[in-house]
């Protein structure tokens, strides 16, 4: 007889923001709104990279203690779930498949990418054997779509 494996199976929807640095010019900060993580680089594609990595670290670490990840988010506290809210309420926000493509569509328009303000939904999915007990594979697929929407001074512009 065969018997078969179960699989424990984790997934995490994220959102994160990535933004111009306010404090370094030159430099692009992405902020992941469920887990609460910053990385921060020179464009905004390696922001999301660095984030990516980090957030899946701290995800992972938790995951071996035997926590719950999610216990981590802070969606109350932080003006990012409400900028996020802002852009997804827009009736036709701008949807890239690509940072390359849409750096393209920015330089095509003659728009300044550094007056932008990005929406990135990525997927975390972790997977182990229940009988091991051990985390065997992690999966990540990320940069789903891009919203993005101009920043005008203080406030956000349509």
Known sequence: MHSRTRI???????????????????????HCLEFDTLAQADDPETAVRLLLESTEEIVLEDLRAGMDPLDRRTPQDD??????????EQPQPRIFASFEEMLKKLTADNEDPRQIVIAVQFFLSYQRPIASGQLSSSKKTHTVFLQVRERGGDALAV
Not at 10 to 30: F, L, N, T
């Open 8 to 30: 424990e199976r984790r997934d995490y929807p994220c959102w994160a923001i990535v933004e111009p640095a306010p404090d370094i010019q030159g430099k692009w900060v992405a």
């Open 79 to 88: 003006e990012g779930w409400a900028l996020l809210g802002y852009i997804a």
